[in-house]
């Protein structure tokens, strides 16, 4: 995945597991990350540990994917010790 914001380009890559049991490594921000995956009905949910800047982090994201196959939705829920930030992404087809 790649993303452009405020911060730059980011680009990173996972393999995951879908079964919740799983642990996949991968590097984020040049730390290593840690993340299970699983679906709650129709979205999939990663959960995923990781220390950036010395600091550990949790991020919750769910990916929902629109009925018709053209919107993706991506919410994210990242807690570690500066508080607490929910994000929400919204991806259209083109």
Do not use: C
């Not at 980011?10 to 299970?36: C, H, N, P, R, Y």
């Not at 995923?48 to 919107?71: E, F, V």
């Not at 807690?79 to 919204?90: F, I, N, Q, R, Y």
């Amino acid at each position: 995945m790649k993303q452009t914001n405020a911060m730059g380009d980011m680009a990173f890559a996972m393999d995951l597991v879908d079964d919740g049991q799983k642990v996949s490594t991968w590097q984020i921000f040049g730390s290593e990350a840690k993340s299970t995956a699983h679906w709650d009905g129709d979205t999939l949910v990663i959960t995923t540990d990781t220390t950036i800047q010395d600091n550990a982090m949790k991020i919750a994201s769910r990916y929902t994917l629109s009925p018709d196959g053209n919107t993706l939705t991506v919410r994210g829920h990242m807690s570690g010790p500066m508080g607490e930030l929910d994000t929400k992404a919204v991806y259209a087809k083109k």
